[in-house]
Nanobody, 124 residues
Framework: QVQLVESGGGLVQAGGSLRLSCAASGRTFSRYTMGWFRQAPGKEREFVATITWSGGNTYYADSVKGRFTISRDNAKNTVYLQMNSLKPEDTAVYYC?????????????????WGQGTQVTVSS
């Protein structure tokens, strides 16, 4: 079992920044790839970013590349998502997830544990 708890969401103006955190417990965090997804009202869950167990490899959706940065601190069992230059279209509930299965890194089916989500709202 893995427990994931996100924090750091909120309301921000366009062009602003937020940093999301995801605290993990219940399994050896440092062995697993972790990801961030988001879901806007009326839309499907969308891949945002993922980071391998060592932090040596990161992957991003084209829509956030150059603006968002995923990182992790294995000593703190925490993964982060630094979001800069936020746009109204970034408004969504953001979820962190634990990757377990051999689907593509941007496929939600490859992730077996999910946090409860944190709301990010970007005003224009």
């Amino acid at each position: 079992q893995v427990q994931l708890v996100e924090s750091g969401g909120g309301l921000v103006q366009a062009g602003g920044s937020l940093r999301l955190s995801c605290a993990a417990s219940g399994r050896t965090f440092s062995r697993y790839t972790m990801g961030w997804f988001r879901q806007a009202p009326g839309k499907e869950r969308e891949f945002v970013a993922t980071i391998t167990w060592s932090g040596g490899n990161t992957y991003y959706a084209d829509s956030v590349k150059g603006r968002f940065t995923i990182s992790r601190d294995n000593a703190k069992n925490t993964v982060y998502l630094q979001m800069n230059s936020l746009k109204p279209e970034d408004t969504a509930v953001y979820y962190c997830a634990h990757r377990a299965a051999a689907y593509s890194y941007n496929d939600y089916r490859g992730y077996d544990y999910w946090g409860q989500g944190t709301q990010v709202t970007v005003s224009s």
